[in-house]
């Protein structure tokens, strides 16, 4: 059931040409969609701590710090 699940994740573009870097909150099927301003896919490498899961359904993206 984790196709319908808010989820807080680390997202990396697959370019190897870039470093972008973020973490986004929303539905795991939006995470698994999203494309880096590059024209790379953003890959979700990994997941924070139970914790910091998002309470609500909203979409968020947040770079991350070079």
């Not at 370019?15 to 494309?35: H, R, T, W």
Request: glycine share 10%; with cysteine; charged share 20%.
């Amino acid at each position: 059931m984790l196709g319908s699940m808010v989820v807080r994740a680390r997202l990396f573009c697959s370019d190897a040409g870039c470093a972008a870097a973020f973490e986004a909150v929303g539905p795991i099927e939006e995470l698994e969609a999203l494309a880096c301003s590059c024209g790379g896919g953003l890959e979700i490498i990994g997941f924070p701590h139970e914790a910091d899961r998002a309470p609500h359904r909203r979409f968020e993206l947040f770079p991350l710090a070079a």
